[in-house]
């Protein structure tokens, strides 16, 4: 699995991935700091990466395109800390693989883990 880790977010989290043994990079890393979600939504789905952000907006581009990839994982937690978001992302990795993989949106909340297979409607 590939990820691209949104501006919404930490580059920490795409280190920790990077070092947990994914394939991780951040928008800021790729020049795409200030792209518009459009943008990073098809580099993402070009690139056969996994959208990683807090920016619900990707909930809508998926929504709005009817499309089963790029898959998407949402952070809704209260804990904003980078280490928490991504040992959370670290700790469900198995059991979100599959869907991912297919094409899903993965939202993390403080209770549950909410997924959706794409395309959304």
Not at 41 to 46: D, G, L, N, S, V
């Given at each position: 699995?590939?990820?691209?880790?949104?501006?919404?977010?930490?580059?920490?989290?795409?280190?920790?991935?990077?070092?947990?043994?994914?394939?991780?990079?951040?928008?800021?890393?790729?020049?795409?700091?200030?792209?518009?979600?459009?943008?990073i939504f098809e580099h993402a789905?070009?690139?056969?990466?996994?959208?990683?952000?807090?920016?619900?907006?990707?909930?809508?581009?998926?929504?709005?395109?009817?499309?089963?990839?790029?898959?998407?994982?949402?952070?809704?937690?209260?804990?904003?800390?980078?280490?928490?978001?991504?040992?959370?992302?670290?700790?469900?990795?198995?059991?979100?693989?599959?869907?991912l993989i297919v094409g899903s949106?993965?939202?993390?909340?403080?209770?549950?883990?909410?997924?959706r297979t794409l395309p959304i409607?």
């Amino acid at each position: 699995m590939k990820f691209l880790v949104d501006n919404a977010l930490s580059p920490i989290i795409a280190k920790g991935l990077k070092e947990a043994g994914f394939d991780a990079i951040h928008v800021r890393d790729i020049n795409m700091r200030s792209s518009a979600d459009t943008i990073i939504f098809e580099h993402a789905r070009q690139n056969d990466q996994i959208i990683v952000s807090a920016d619900t907006d990707f909930g809508t581009l998926l929504a709005l395109r009817q499309t089963a990839k790029p898959s998407v994982i949402l952070f809704r937690t209260s804990d904003k800390r980078p280490q928490s978001q991504l040992s959370l992302l670290l700790t469900h990795n198995a059991e979100i693989k599959d869907a991912l993989i297919v094409g899903s949106i993965v939202v993390f909340e403080d209770n549950r883990i909410r997924i959706r297979t794409l395309p959304i409607g």
